[in-house]
């Protein structure tokens, strides 16, 4: 493809994702970072650091409308961890420090998950942070990121389960389901339409390196795809007809480090056919994702796949040509009608960002609409 090509005849979007859409995470301000370091050594209290997030949050949701965006984040400007300040909301379920931790190609988590009793949705978690969102766009829609279900069991397993309330894990996985249909029926509850579920571990499932490592702590790789699924399925199956849940699939996104390597083939057909989403951020940044042949398995005509093409773990910017290029590839085994593009993923899963500028950030950004422009004829 090439930038003097006009365009095909492909409609616009009239529901998320968009043709240039994002992950969600954004670099935190420096003014943000500061205010969250007080606030974590007791020398700014928790409504002075509220409202400077408030006024981060603002600007950010200006800044994406500026750049021509038709989904809004609050860049996740309220959160250390893209997925354990929403987890540890739920009852039974605890953020600690343990003694092994988290390895990153290059980095190390510090903190893991646990289970210390029954797991229950008992208080709205984050539907605020929504609600001040969808407050404030203008030109945008408000859209949601949450972590998916499958974060509560995939790196502690079994040993991170206290066997008193889940002798048998049938039952956890059926808590943690009812659990989260109750946090995605309270965001539809106050207006949400489009909630996003960060999946990260079915894409380590593609990993053989990961099934190996599920195996050596004795957990039942055979079938964990499946009941991923299910899980899944049963979080998201009371969501209003006009509400979207799209999936992000990741690899791992640790201050520009990463985890897992490995194609889609080994879970596409789930992944695509199985689980009722409508619609998969997929990774595809690096050759660790593979190629684009799985998309053959996206049902024709329902769902759509937005290609994650543009790194969010380096500031160098993708040229037009390379991307145009990598979007007519896919086009080979999706229709371009069901294809979008955005970064491969959050620029900031944690606090701490990816190790790039702002300003690399939103060039970055900018990149991705004025491509969907020139692809797609529309944003």
């Not at 670099?27 to 006024?55: F, M, Q, S, V, Y």
């Not at 079994?158 to 995605?184: C, E, N, Q, S, T």
């Not at 199956?237 to 979207?244: C, S």
């Not at 699939?249 to 080994?266: D, H, K, M, Q």
Request: charged share 25%.
């Amino acid at each position: 493809m090439s930038a003097t090509i006009a365009p095909p005849p492909v409609a616009a979007r009239t529901r998320p994702p968009f043709r240039a859409d994002h992950v969600g995470s954004l670099l935190r301000p420096k003014r943000l970072a500061a205010a969250r370091a007080a606030h974590k050594a007791g020398t700014l209290d928790a409504a002075a650091l509220r409202a400077i997030e408030d006024g981060c949050i603002v600007e950010a949701i200006a800044r994406q409308e500026d750049l021509g965006l038709r989904a809004a984040t609050d860049g996740e400007y309220r959160r250390a961890y893209w997925h354990y300040d929403f987890v540890s909301g739920l009852q039974g379920v605890e953020l600690y420090e343990p003694e092994q931790k988290i390895a990153f190609k290059g980095a190390i988590l510090p903190h893991a998950l646990r289970v210390n009793g029954p797991i229950r949705y008992t208080r709205p978690i984050m539907i605020d942070d929504y609600r001040f969102v969808a407050a404030h766009v203008k030109t945008a829609m408000a859209k949601q990121t949450i972590p998916s279900p499958s974060v509560v069991h995939f790196r502690g397993g079994r040993d991170a389960i206290d066997r008193a309330a889940y002798p048998d894990m049938d039952r956890f996985f059926a808590d943690l389901g009812i659990a989260y249909r109750g946090a995605v029926d309270g965001f539809a509850a106050a207006g949400c339409r489009y909630l996003q579920l960060d999946e990260v571990y079915i894409a380590y499932l593609c990993d053989p390196e990961q099934i190996a490592g599920l195996r050596a702590r004795g957990e039942h790789a055979e079938g964990l795809l499946d009941r991923y699924a299910d899980l899944i399925n049963h979080a998201i199956g009371g969501r209003p007809a006009d509400m979207t849940i799209s999936m992000h699939l990741c690899r791992g996104n640790f201050r520009s480090t990463w985890v897992a390597s490995g194609g889609y083939e080994p879970v596409a057909e789930t992944l695509f056919n199985k689980i009722d989403a409508d619609a998969y951020f997929m990774e595809y940044d690096t050759d660790r994702a593979g190629g684009f042949e799985p998309l053959r398995f996206v049902p024709r005509g329902r769902k759509l796949v937005v290609l994650g093409l543009i790194t969010s773990k380096s500031g160098a910017l993708e040229t037009k040509d390379e991307l145009k290029r990598r979007i007519d590839a896919a086009s080979k085994y999706l229709p371009l009608e069901q294809l979008a593009l955005s970064p491969q993923c959050g620029f900031a899963s944690t606090e701490e960002g990816n190790t790039l500028s702002e300003e690399q950030q939103w060039a970055k950004l900018r990149l991705c609409v004025e491509v969907a422009r020139e692809v797609w004829g529309s944003v």
